[in-house]
C-alpha cells in the first residue's frame, strides 16, 4: 500500500492530498468545538445547579431544625416534579448529609436509606464524605470524581453561622451526549459539504498543476539511448518552475539531436579520412611501378620491333594499365589552381557527355543552366563533381533525371536529381564511402571523389531521398578574384 500510494500520479496525490487536509482540518475545528461546548455546558450546569441549590439549601433549613423529614423530603423531590424545566439541569440523585455525612434524607431512599453512609453505598461518593464532616467549609463546592460517570455538587446548609447539614447534587455526565452528538452530527454534515465543494475543486487543480508534469514524465520517458526521430513533446511553458522545466527540457532535446548530429558526422568523416589515407598510400604504391610499365610500353612502341602481334599485345597492355591509372588518380584527388575559370560552355559540354547515354537508358534529361558568366572555380574539378552525380543518377534513374546550375552572390550550387530507388536512412552513413555495400554497378568511386572534392574547395554535400525523388545538392563558396 506505501508503494501503490507513493507511486500513485500527481493528478491523484494532489486532490487526494487537499481532501486530506480539509479532513483533518474539520476534525480539529469540530473536536475544537466540542471541547468548547463541554466547557459552556458544564459551567452552565455547574450554575444552575449552584443557584438551585442555594435555594434548596435556603428552604431545608427549617425542616432540619425542626427534625421534619417529610418536609425535607418533600422540598428535595419539588425540582423533579415539573415537567417544563429542561430535563438535562435536572440532578439525577439529590441528599441531603448530616453533620457526621450520614444520609438526612434523600431522593432515592430505598438505595440511600436515613442513617447510612452513602460512599459505603456507592463509591463515587466517597470523595463526598470529608466535605459534609468539614464544619469550616461554608462554600459550595463542585466534585468530579475520576474514572466516574457523575459531576457532584455540594452546598453547605447553614444557620446563622452553623452548619446543619450539606446538600449533594448528583448530575449524569451523560447529560452532555445528546448535545455533542448534534455538535458532531452537524458539524459531520457541514464537513461533507465542504468535501464536496472541494472535491471537483481539487481534482481540478490537481489536473491544472500535474498536468504539465505528466506530459514531461511521459517525453523524458521515450528518450533512451537515442532522441527518437519524430519526438514531439507538447510542454507547458511559462515562467514558474514547471514551465521553466518545460523549456529546459526542450532545449535538452535540441542540444542532443545537434550533439548526435555531430557525432555521426565526425565519424562519417573519420571513417572518410581513414579510407581516404589508405586509398592514397595504395595509390601510391601502385603509381610508381604502373608509370615505370607505361613508360616501358611506350619506350618499346617507339623502338622496337614492328610485328603486328607484339603491337597488339603491347596496346592491350597499355589499355588496361591506362584504366588501372585512371581508378589510381580517382584515389589521388588534388585541388589544382587553373587559369581557365569555370565557364557556362563548361556545364553545357558535360550535358553534352551525359545525353547519349541518357538517350540509350530512354531517361527524360531535364537541364537548368543558370551560369551566364565565368566563376572563380576550377573548371576540370567541378566538371569532374557534375559528371560524376549525372552518371550516378543515370545508372539509378527509372524515367528522368533533372540538372539545376545556379549561382547566387556567395555561392555556386549543382543540383542532380533521379526517380530511381530511393536510399533508405541507414545507408546514408556509408554513402560516400569507396567499395562499400551501396556500389551496387561500378567500385563506387564517383561519390568518394565527389565528396572529397567538394570537401577541398571548401564546399559540401547533401543528400535528400525518399520513395520517387533523390536529390543531390553541392554547394561551393565563390573564390574571391585577384
Known sequence: MKHFLRDLSLRYKIPLRVLMLASITAILVTASILFRVYDETRNDLLRHAESMGRVLANTLVGPITHDDVWRAYEIINSPFQGGSQDQTRIAETILVLDTRGQVYVSTRPTQYPMLSDPGRLDPEYAAISDLATDRNDVKPSVVD?????????????????????????????????????????????????????????????????????????????QIGPSVPENLHCDLFESHDEIGRAGASFKRMLNELKEKEQLEQEIMASERLAAVGRLSAGIAHEINNPLGGMLNAISTFKRHGSDDPLTLKTLALLERGLTQI???????????????HPLSRRDIEDTRTLVAAEAAEKGLELTWENDIAEDLPLPSTLVRQILLNLLLNAIRAANTRVECQVYRDSRSFTLVVKNDGTHIEDEDMAYLFEPFSRLSRNGHGLGLWVTYQIARQLNGGIVVESEPGETRFAVTLPLQKES
Open 145 to 221: 470524581p475520576p474514572d466516574s460517570s457523575r459531576l457532584f455538587v455540594t452546598i453547605p446548609i447553614t444557620s446563622e453561622g452553623t452548619r446543619l447539614g450539606t446538600l449533594v447534587m448528583g448530575f449524569s455526565k451523560s447529560l452532555f451526549i445528546p448535545r455533542f452528538v448534534g455538535i458532531a452530527q452537524r458539524a459531520a454534515l457541514m464537513t461533507l459539504l465542504a468535501l464536496a465543494v472541494l472535491l471537483p475543486v481539487a481534482w481540478y487543480w490537481g489536473h491544472r498543476m500535474a498536468g504539465p508534469l505528466v506530459r514531461l514524465a511521459g517525453c523524458m520517458d
Open 325 to 339: 591509372k585512371d581508378t589510381v588518380a580517382a584515389l589521388l584527388v588534388e585541388t589544382k589552381v587553373e587559369n
